[in-house]
């Protein structure tokens, strides 16, 4: 079946760090690969996606590119700001099948 | 608005009692599915709908667990009688791709949730 691991948390930084958060899935064929974050009391929001191998997804600075041959979609940023506290889930889509959610990783970022 | 929406964003309930959630996805959405989000977990797949077709429902956790969507539009998850196991935040979501994972419209939109506490 299709599974998502992420890294465990929580992760804390300090501002402006660089950031990694490491996702790895398996599944058959070929899946879509999502981020999605949960900002405290608000709902799941696509952060970005990439739909097939060697993709990179990006938006609002962060980066993850779809590996298959380690099959891997490792969420970066460069410099994170406070703003960036949250949950993150990765997540695939695989054709005709559940979408799959990785339990989250939670970002602290300190001032 | 043009998000998904849902209501009551907050629900308590007694142990025993019928809870109805709603869910009204983005108009013209094709996909509506239900998700179980236990604190401190990734959320976890319920059911799916096709317009008005429930085409699966294996991740209901009992048949307790009830979900419609009579005209293609609006959805409600249906709990009789609550135990405390069902505290979560359920959450719905919505997207354009006729069947899940199918490319570039298999983005799925989320509302902001139920959370439900059983007493």
């Known amino acids: 079946g299709n599974s998502v691991t992420q890294m465990e948390g929580p992760v804390t930084l300090s501002e402006e760090a660089f950031l990694t958060i490491n996702c790895t899935y398996t599944?058959?064929?070929?899946?879509?690969l999502f981020w999605y974050v949960q900002y405290p009391g608000e709902g799941l929001q696509l952060l970005l996606k990439?739909?097939?191998?060697?993709d990179k997804g990006s938006n609002k600075g962060f980066e993850a590119t779809y590996r298959k041959e380690t099959t891997s979609f490792h969420l970066e940023k460069g410099s994170v700001q406070v703003s960036d506290s949250a949950v993150y889930f990765c997540a695939l889509d695989n054709y005709g099948q559940n979408f799959v959610f990785g339990p989250g990783t939670r970002l602290s970022v300190l001032p | 608005g043009a998000g998904v929406s849902q209501s009551p964003r907050y629900k308590v309930a007694k142990r025993g009692q019928d809870v109805a959630l709603r869910c009204d996805p983005i108009?013209?959405?094709?996909?509506l599915f239900w998700y179980q989000q236990a604190l401190g977990q990734g959320p976890e797949f319920l059911t799916y709908f096709q317009n008005e077709a429930q085409l699966d429902k294996s991740g209901l956790p009992s048949d307790r667990f009830f979900a419609e969507r009579p005209e293609g539009s609006v959805s409600t998850l249906k709990i009789q009688r609550t135990q405390q196991e069902d505290s979560a935040v359920y959450l719905c979501?919505?997207?354009?791709?006729?069947?899940?994972?199918?490319?570039?419209?298999?983005?799925?939109?989320f509302g902001p949730g139920t959370r439900l506490t059983v007493l």
């Open positions: 599944a058959t064929g070929y899946p879509s």
């Open positions: 990439a739909t097939k191998a060697d």
């Open positions: 979501a919505s997207s354009r791709s006729l069947i899940p994972g199918q490319g570039r419209f298999s983005e799925q939109f």
């Open positions: 108009s013209g959405h094709v996909s």
